[in-house]
């Protein structure tokens, strides 16, 4: 007989209020104007519904991430502040900290192993962060020692409630630029950004549904939904390298118990997707900004009479341009 | 003994007043939102001066060209309309021209030379557009006869009062999106585009210095400026394929009138300018679409002082991406 599904868990408390959202809104609104919606006629047409896309790759730094990074940094005390902030990541949070930590005039350390690719090193290195190098296995070892060193508030990437509540304020806007969204499809990695975007959904538009989108070859979030208890990620494989990390404490119970569902897709369709969002919006996208593309032309996204108005968050375009010919 | 330059024409009355080019306005905008303007500190710190980029790759039809078709098309009577338009070319014109019809319910045939790109034969086509073939030396005789054949109006690319008025349209909203401009750069291929924004910056912002910008392999602007009439461009040599066309009998006046200079680029300039808005904006530009990045970056671009705040025309996006890696 095949084992019953958990009974669901009782739903939490969201973890941030409406007024949270609305604070971390107002801290970046002078910094972070608006990121753009594009639409096409020949995606609405490929997709049999309108999509309405979120253009995080025209954001300061080139992806969602300095929402988050600049909400935290803000909300330092200035003794905080005095003494700069720290993260480790080899990714797009790297360069967002850097420019957050500039725009406050603080110092910001940034761990990276020591095979990262050499264009995010000198992002980091560009927009003033301190790049200090590790062995790939030891990035919060060392992110702890220099903690102790230095007194530098260390910030993850995505599971803290100050970077989610700055990543909600991409859902904000959008639902400000677009009235009457069915739903909204977001990549999900470590779940900041869609746990930023269900919580804006629950409080500001709580008809619309929000529906993550992940590669197949890191499917924690989808797996973790299925078995109503967080998952690891032990071996992720797939070309979408923002996407390889798993959900956090902070943000696995929004996605529990705010989101869908999570729609799954291969290697193949993220690449077609990210090559049609060069084509048709002539917007660069990196692979996992354009997994939610992916997700919306996938044969089990929801049928159109569930999402006939869909948001799409492209969530970044943070691509290495060096293989292109030209 | 040198030939003294010839004494400067005296100024023409501007083809179109700002009545003309409000009223385009007021026609287009309830099918054109306005296109955003982007912005990158990192390309600011290239140039020398604060860059604001005009993103017409986000434009219907993925360039410019829709703002005058649409206008032409609009301007026709009803028993014109009915009888359908007609153009001949094999750039964004064409596409654009479709979409026009389209939106108007009225019938687009576009005359192309056998040779013309698969893949802009299918964008006419997928627009609703008819396509007529023809030999590539037979493209105004092949019109000339459809136009016998159907009475359909003949609207030309660039060289047409109403085109000229539409294009200006793009000026208008880059003045209201960007005060205190000191110059806005355009690319120059049949001058279309810089005719119309020279006129809106005449009519609304008369202090706003109007620089084209062209390919060294199609320059025919630049020497006509130089010698004071209007010359041909026999033999254009550039991968920027939008420009390799010559000034028209309307574009050419403005040009020499309302045109503070004209700044040619080379084609390593123009592939370096356009891998740069891949890179740093995020934004797919083709290469007679960056050749205004070009010109910014050149040396021979006046001094900062001159235009510390520069409008960067970013004309189109219409890159086939066939060769892409992915």
């Given at each position: 007989?095949p084992?019953?599904?958990?009974?669901?868990?009782?739903l939490?408390?969201p973890?941030?209020?409406a007024?949270?959202?609305q604070?971390?809104?107002?801290?970046?609104?002078p910094?972070l104007?608006?990121?753009p919606?594009?639409t096409?006629?020949?995606?609405?047409?490929?997709?049999?519904?309108?999509?309405?896309f979120?253009?995080?790759p025209l954001?300061?730094?080139?992806?969602?991430k300095?929402?988050?990074?600049?909400?935290?940094?803000?909300?330092?005390?200035a003794a905080q502040?005095?003494?700069?902030?720290?993260?480790?990541?080899?990714?797009n949070f790297?360069?967002?900290?850097a420019?957050?930590a500039?725009?406050r005039?603080?110092?910001?350390?940034?761990?990276?192993?020591?095979d990262?690719?050499?264009?995010k090193?000198?992002?980091?290195r560009?927009y003033?962060?301190e790049?200090v190098?590790?062995?790939?296995?030891?990035?919060?070892a060392t992110a702890?020692?220099?903690?102790e060193?230095?007194?530098?508030?260390?910030?993850?990437s995505?599971?803290h409630?100050?970077v989610?509540?700055?990543?909600?304020t991409?859902?904000?806007e959008?639902?400000?630029q677009?009235?009457?969204?069915?739903?909204?499809?977001?990549p999900?990695?470590g779940?900041?950004?869609?746990?930023?975007?269900?919580l804006a959904?629950?409080h500001?538009?709580?008809?619309?549904?929000?529906?993550?989108?992940e590669?197949?070859?890191?499917?924690?979030a989808?797996?973790?939904k299925?078995?109503?208890?967080?998952?690891?990620?032990?071996?992720p494989?797939?070309i979408?390298?923002g996407?390889?990390t798993?959900?956090g404490?902070h943000?696995w119970?929004v996605?529990?118990?705010?989101?869908?569902?999570?729609?799954?897709?291969?290697e193949?369709?993220?690449v077609?997707?990210?090559?049609l969002c060069?084509?048709?919006?002539?917007?660069?996208?990196e692979?996992?900004g354009?997994v939610?593309?992916a997700a919306?032309l996938?044969?089990?996204?929801?049928a159109?009479e569930?999402a006939?108005?869909?948001?799409?968050?492209l969530?970044g375009?943070?691509v290495d341009?060096?293989a292109?010919p030209?």
């Open positions: 007989m084992t019953p599904p958990p009974a669901p868990a009782p939490a408390p973890a941030l209020s007024a949270d959202l604070a971390a809104a107002d801290r970046l609104s910094w104007p608006p990121t919606v594009l096409s006629r020949s995606l609405d047409r490929i997709a049999g519904r309108r999509l309405f979120k253009a995080e954001q300061r730094g080139g992806s969602f300095i929402r988050g990074a600049l909400n935290a940094v803000l909300r330092l005390d502040a005095a003494r700069g902030v720290l993260t480790h990541s080899s990714g790297a360069q967002a900290l420019i957050a500039g725009l005039g603080i110092h910001a350390w940034v761990v990276m192993p020591e990262a690719p050499a264009v090193v000198a992002a980091v560009e003033g962060g790049v190098f590790c062995a790939p296995d030891q990035r919060q702890d020692r220099l903690r060193q230095t007194g530098a508030t260390f910030l993850p995505y599971d409630l100050d989610i509540a700055g990543q909600a991409c859902g904000l959008l639902l400000a677009v009235p009457d969204l069915d739903a909204v499809v977001v999900v990695g779940g900041g950004l869609i746990s930023g975007v269900a959904c629950l500001r538009a709580p008809a619309v549904r929000v529906w993550g989108a590669p197949l070859g890191a499917d924690d989808a797996r973790s299925r078995e109503g208890r967080r998952l690891p990620q032990p071996d494989r797939t979408a390298d996407l390889r798993a959900l404490v943000t119970p996605v529990r118990d705010h989101v869908q569902g999570i729609v799954t897709v291969g193949a369709e993220i077609a997707a990210m090559r060069w084509e048709r919006l002539k917007l660069v996208v692979p996992s354009a939610s593309l919306c996938a044969a089990d996204f929801p159109p569930r006939g108005r869909v948001g799409v968050v969530s375009g943070n341009l060096g292109l030209f």
